[in-house]
């Protein structure tokens, strides 16, 4: 295997095992970390995570569907019931 590819595993592993438990800490103290690894992403990288044009429309176009008909749909104890009726 070239040097390249064990140099590559050996960063994943670091990667896959953080150096702290995130677990453990607090909500605030996550929540300070997802603010930092926010802004640790650079402009191209956040502008890549926003919705489209067309992706707002539709989203804009669901929430005033949903302010004028609320919630629309079955109650998950009603799905249950009909999953669990279905015969396989």
Request: hydrophobic share 40%; glycine share 4%.
């Amino acid at each position: 295997m070239p040097e390249f590819a064990d140099n590559r595993m050996a960063d994943f592993r670091l990667m896959a095992r953080p150096a702290f438990d995130i677990a453990k800490l607090s909500t605030e103290e996550r929540l300070r970390l997802i603010e930092e690894l926010w802004d640790s992403l650079g402009p191209d990288e956040r502008d890549a995570l926003l919705l489209t044009a067309e992706q707002q429309e539709e989203l804009d176009r669901r929430l005033d569907s949903l302010e004028r008909e609320g919630p629309v749909g079955i109650s998950s104890e009603d799905l249950f019931d009909r999953i669990r009726k279905r015969s396989f």
